[in-house]
């Protein structure tokens, strides 16, 4: 069965502070991994999308990385802003262009 | 640029009426979009695909006849709820795909949602 897993369910850290968020899947076949911030009430946004044949983009202080072999990935955060306080939704996208969606991470940044 | 937009941003109605929700891709055309619910504390749940010009796809457990989906244009699709119930109530999610040519993947860029309240 096709899913996607990600830890920690929440997190709540200090301001400036960095952290990683870990997303793991079982989907096949395997075409891609994005992530997506999603705010309190407010639709997905886009952070990274990553082929199988990469393994790391970055955007602004949004680092993802894929190993497709154990089939996990990670989200690092650098420098963390109060405004990073999201859920963070790991998704995993098959050669059908399906979209199978984890659960999230809700982070909190505490001042 | 890939802006997607939907209105109302909330809705409060009565249970029995029906509510339509409409997404815009405001940039770009859009051959296909998704609808999703969001339940609080809960992921997005893909309840159909809409073609243009072509009758929409749904997921598995979604009622067609409850949720009807109109894609009249490259730029708007609709999302009708009709004879909502409390049950209804929920956040929903559309979305517009953007083809990246000869890519492996198509890139879903997502509208602000709709918060929706049944009475």
């Known amino acids: 069965k096709n899913q996607v897993e990600q830890s920690p369910q929440s997190l709540i850290i200090l301001e400036g502070k960095n952290c990683t968020l870990q997303c793991n899947y079982t989907v096949s076949p395997f075409s891609n991994l994005r992530w997506y911030k999603q705010d309190t009430g407010r639709g997905p946004v886009s952070l990274t999308i990553m082929t199988f044949s990469e393994n790391t983009k970055s955007n602004g202080r949004y680092t993802a990385t894929l190993d497709a072999d154990t089939k996990q990935s990670s989200l690092h955060i650098t420098a963390s802003q109060l405004s990073d306080s999201a859920s963070y939704i790991c998704?995993?996208?098959?050669?059908?262009?399906?979209?199978?969606w984890g659960a999230g991470t809700k982070l909190i940044i505490k001042p | 640029g890939a802006v997607v937009s939907q209105h109302p941003s909330w809705v409060i109605c009565k249970s029995g009426t029906s509510v339509k929700i409409e997404c815009r891709s405001l940039d770009f055309q859009a051959t296909t979009m998704f609808w999703y619910r969001q339940f609080p504390k809960q992921s997005l749940m893909l309840m159909a695909t809409s073609n243009e010009g072509s009758k929409a796809t749904y997921e598995q457990g979604v009622e067609k006849d409850k949720f009807l989906i109109n894609h009249a244009s490259l730029t708007l699709s609709t999302l009708t709820v009709t004879s909502a119930h409390p049950e209804d109530s929920s956040f929903y999610i559309c979305s517009a795909q953007s083809r990246r040519q000869g890519g492996s993947y198509n890139e879903q860029f997502f509208g602000p949602g709709t918060r929706l309240t049944v009475l």
């Open positions: 998704v995993a996208g098959d050669s059908n262009y399906q979209l199978i």
